[in-house]
């Protein structure tokens, strides 16, 4: 499986899963997710309200 291959599959996916697939890439280039910094913390929870919002007018 290629790069190509993967992003458009990617893609393909729910906005929610793109979000967390993208959490996930990110935490594997920053190095451990044990070591969030306040920032981080405070922004992963940022993202879980506006996914939630954007899922509610969605409905």
Do not use: F
């Amino acid at each position: 499986m290629n790069v190509e291959t993967v992003l458009r599959n990617a893609l393909a996916l729910p906005l929610e899963d793109r979000a967390k697939l993208v959490n996930v890439l990110l935490e594997s280039l920053e190095g451990s997710d044990d070591e969030l910094s306040e920032i981080d913390k405070a922004w992963e929870e940022e993202i879980r309200c506006r996914l939630a919002k954007l899922e509610e007018t969605k409905q």
